[in-house]
């Protein structure tokens, strides 16, 4: 009877011992095998499974021992960067002179208001700036923009130009407002540079902004702009007024006048293409009183900018 008490505690040990053994495994299995028991949960669900290997990566993925790149799950590519415009550091960046017309002692013409062309030709200048500036970083186009003057600067007509050539400008705008003696007279107008004006009206202008008597244009200096003409993109130049002029006619309510030609002394010397725009007439009552509304200033800052950027983009094609 003794043995045999003895024989069924051994019995007990050994079960108790294989249990234990048993639970241990078990444990271990269920430890290695977690991943897939929630592969096999996802499909009881109703929840789309993940490949157990995947999900193996997605277990891991974020820690970083080892200070390299973080181990990323198969079929999840890396984030591209955001487009900026060191992406295209291998494009030409186009620099663009904004001129405002006169300034400091040289008010230009005055109007209606108390309206100044100096004022006016620095706000719109500024404007035209910022514009540019802000489609070249919403579209990532290579635009570098300057101003020939930032305040209220007396600067001759030829350092201006030689302002855009040693800064290497691709095109030179320069900003002015108009002034007659006949009140009735309205519009914007773009000129560029011609040994000879389109008609009279024009040669008069380019006196009035050349800052000279009214005196005949002599023999020598038509030579001179005549070989101007052909060496400083006189062709370009006539192309950039059109894309101008289209522009600003197709946004503003306004008398376009034309796209003309005059020896304009601020652009001679330019060695880019080159345009003088005329935005208004200060002595016409309704034009003056739309150049003091800065809402105004904007919209034909808003459409010389995009002059510029159809030409620019005509010249990538």
Not at 32 to 44: G, H, K, P
Not at 240 to 254: C, K, P, T
Request: proline share 4%; aromatic share 6%; with cysteine.
């Amino acid at each position: 009877m003794k043995n045999y008490k003895t024989l069924v505690a051994v019995q007990i040990l050994l079960s108790f011992a294989i249990l234990s053994s048993i639970a241990e495994s078990k444990t271990k299995l269920l430890s290695r095998s977690s991943v897939e028991d929630a592969f096999v949960i996802e499909a009881i669900e109703g929840r789309i499974p993940q490949d157990p290997s995947a999900t193996k990566q997605n277990l891991n993925f974020g820690v970083n021992l080892g200070g390299g790149e973080r181990p990323r799950a198969e079929g999840v590519s890396k984030p591209e960067k955001e487009p900026s415009l060191e992406a295209n550091s291998n494009e030409k960046r186009i620099r663009v002179v904004i001129d405002p017309g006169h300034g400091g002692k040289d008010i230009g013409a005055q109007g209606f208001f108390g309206v100044m062309e100096k004022e006016i030709c620095l706000k719109v200048s500024k404007m035209i700036k910022r514009e540019l500036e802000r489609y070249s970083k919403m579209q990532g186009i290579l635009l570098e923009i300057k101003l020939s003057r930032e305040g209220d600067a007396f600067i001759p007509l030829r350092e201006r130009a030689k302002l855009a050539n040693v800064w290497g400008a691709d095109l030179f705008v320069s900003v002015h407002a108009n002034s007659s003696p006949a009140s009735k007279a309205k519009g914007f107008e773009v000129y560029f540079l011609s040994p000879e004006a389109t008609d009279e009206e024009a040669s008069k202008l380019a006196r009035l902004e050349n800052q000279a008597p009214p005196t005949p244009i002599s023999a020598q200096i038509i030579s001179i702009l005549s070989d101007a003409t052909k060496q400083y993109h006189v062709a370009e130049s006539s192309q950039l007024a059109e894309s101008m002029f289209s522009a600003v006619s197709r946004r503003i309510n306004s008398n376009g006048r034309a796209v003309r030609q005059a020896p304009f002394t601020v652009l001679h010397g330019t060695n880019m293409p080159a345009v003088l725009v005329e935005i208004g007439y200060v002595t016409n009552y309704e034009e003056a009183k739309n150049l003091s509304n800065d809402r105004y200033l904007k919209s034909i800052a808003n459409a010389i900018s995009s002059g510029i950027v159809e030409y620019t983009q005509i010249k990538r094609k």
